[in-house]
């Protein structure tokens, strides 16, 4: 039972193109949602979070909207770069010690 | 400071041999972790550790099994290891609970034969 939801599997988009990735929880317990980046061969590094007592949050491109009655998060990757080309993951825990990740999306950003 | 370090990069196994997966860090972190990636599935947490001395189970503990001696380092024991274990594993820490920036190690990449 996958606790997070994560879509596109896939993504490809235009320099300079907006790059959206949702990701739907079940557990109302949840308070603290994360995205991390990973590029090939690496590990994966946070790259903006935010607890639901937001609706926004937006870190230079980076932005994560939060919808806390749908249970929905996403991020939005503004003026998308090739350098942004990765997988990304949602993740979501609450507070506690058990983070749960979504299955991630591969991001391709063409020249 | 060289972060979260992991050993080996890359291993191959046979069924039924053992392995210790190394994680260190030199972040002076309280809490440490271990979560196993496979393709389309993300990650899964393994075990984790809030301080020296102190264990707990994650989400997928079957097979493994895990120790903390020191805040620096949470070794990652196989004992029999099996296909499915297969996967890449990535060790983590956090100075605190589940707030905090968790730091991920490079990875190793286990494939068992």
């Known amino acids: 039972q996958q606790q997070v939801k994560q879509s596109p599997q896939s993504l490809i988009v235009q320099k300079g193109g907006i790059s959206i990735i949702n990701c739907a929880y079940e557990?109302?317990?949840?308070?603290?949602f994360p995205w991390y980046q990973q590029f090939p061969g690496k590990g994966p590094a946070l790259l903006i979070a935010?607890?639901?007592?937001?609706s926004e949050k937006k870190e230079g491109r980076f932005t994560i909207s939060f919808n806390k009655s749908a249970k929905q998060f996403s991020l939005h990757i503004m003026d998308s770069q090739p350098g942004d080309s990765a997988t990304y993951f949602c993740?979501?825990?609450?507070?506690?010690?058990?983070?749960?990740f979504g299955a991630g999306t591969r991001l391709t950003v063409k020249p | 400071n060289a972060g979260v370090t992991q050993t080996p990069k890359f291993r191959i196994l046979k069924i039924g041999q053992s392995m210790t997966l190394q994680c260190t860090q030199d972040?002076?972190?309280?809490?440490m972790y271990w979560y196993r990636q496979d393709p389309g599935m993300g990650l899964k947490l393994i075990y984790y550790?809030?301080?020296?001395?102190?264990?707990d189970k994650g989400e997928v503990p079957n097979g493994y099994n895990v120790s903390r001696s020191t805040t620096e380092d949470f070794p990652l024991r196989l004992e029999l290891a099996a296909p499915s274990q297969t996967s890449v594993y990535f060790c983590?820490?956090?100075?605190?609970?589940?707030?905090?920036?968790?730091?991920f190690g490079p990875g190793t990449r286990l494939t068992v034969l």
């Open positions: 557990n109302t317990a949840f308070d603290y």
């Open positions: 993740a979501a825990s609450s507070g506690n010690n058990d983070m749960r």
């Open positions: 972040m002076n972190h309280n809490y």
């Open positions: 935010i607890r639901p007592d937001v």
């Open positions: 550790s809030v301080g020296a001395g102190i264990t």
């Open positions: 983590a820490s956090s100075y605190g609970a589940g707030f905090d920036t968790q730091y």
